[in-house]
C-alpha cells in the first residue's frame, strides 16, 4: 500500500524534511528515514506566493470545458495568458467554487527538474495556501504569510510592511487565530497560543483535514 508523505520545496542545498500520514497520524522525519520510494504518494508543498491561487465558479462540465471555463474567469487576474500557463483545477469545495491554481510555465518546468533530482518524479505540488482553513487564520511560513479571511485565502510577501499586513488582517469578519507571537506582534494582535507547530507539520495536519 502506498504511503502518503508531505514535504516542502527547499531551497537549493537545504535538507529535506517529510511528514508521513497514516492511520497513527502524523510523524516528522528527516529524508533518510523517510526513503522515499517511487511508489509513495507524494505531495509537495509550493510557496503560495508563486502561485496564482483563486477559487472561481465553474459550471459541472466535462475537464477541457471546465478548463475552458477557468480560463475565462482568470483571464483579467493573472500575468500570462490562461492558454499557457501551468493550470491545476480542483474538485468543488462546500463553498461551490472550485480552487484553481496558475502557475508560470517556465516556473513550473524548474521546480520539475528540481524534484527530479530528488527523486521525487511522480510527487504532486501544491500551493500551500490552498489547504488553509476555511475559519479565519495567519501563519508565518519564513519568506511569507499565509493568510485566510474566511473568505479568502492568500499568501503575501514577508517583506511588506506592517502597516499593509495590518489592512489585510483587518479585510477579517472574525479575529484571525495566530499562533506565532512574532506575526501576531506584527499584526497588532494577539497570539492564539504560545508556540505552534512545525510549518510542514501544520500544513500536511490541513491538507489532511480538506
Avoid: C
Amino acid at each position: 500500500m502506498a504511503r502518503r508523505l508531505y514535504t516542502l520545496l527547499p531551497p537549493s542545498g537545504e535538507p529535506t524534511e517529510f511528514v508521513l500520514a497514516s492511520d497513527k497520524g502524523l510523524r516528522l522525519m528527516s529524508a533518510a528515514e523517510a526513503d522515499v520510494s517511487s511508489g509513495d504518494d507524494v505531495v509537495v508543498f509550493v510557496p503560495g506566493t508563486e502561485v496564482g491561487y483563486f477559487e472561481v465558479r465553474i459550471p459541472a462540465q466535462g475537464a477541457a470545458e471546465i478548463r475552458r471555463s477557468a480560463a475565462f474567469a482568470l483571464e483579467d487576474d493573472v500575468a500570462v495568458p490562461v492558454e499557457d500557463a501551468h493550470v491545476a483545477i480542483g474538485a468543488v469545495l462546500d463553498s461551490g467554487l472550485r480552487p484553481v491554481q496558475v502557475v508560470d510555465p517556465a516556473l513550473m518546468e524548474e521546480w520539475v527538474v528540481r524534484l527530479n533530482a530528488m527523486g521525487l518524479k511522480t510527487a504532486k505540488l501544491v500551493a500551500d495556501v490552498s489547504v488553509l482553513p476555511a475559519v479565519p487564520t495567519a501563519i508565518d511560513a519564513g519568506s511569507h504569510i499565509l493568510m485566510s479571511t474566511g473568505e479568502k485565502r492568500f499568501a503575501i510577501d514577508a517583506a511588506l510592511p506592517d502597516d499593509a499586513l495590518k489592512a489585510l488582517a483587518n479585510g477579517s469578519k472574525t479575529p484571525l487565530t495566530i499562533t506565532s507571537a512574532a506575526l501576531a506582534h506584527r499584526l497588532g494582535m494577539s497570539a492564539s497560543s504560545a508556540s505552534s507547530l512545525p510549518l510542514l507539520l501544520q500544513l500536511a495536519q490541513w491538507a489532511e483535514t480538506v
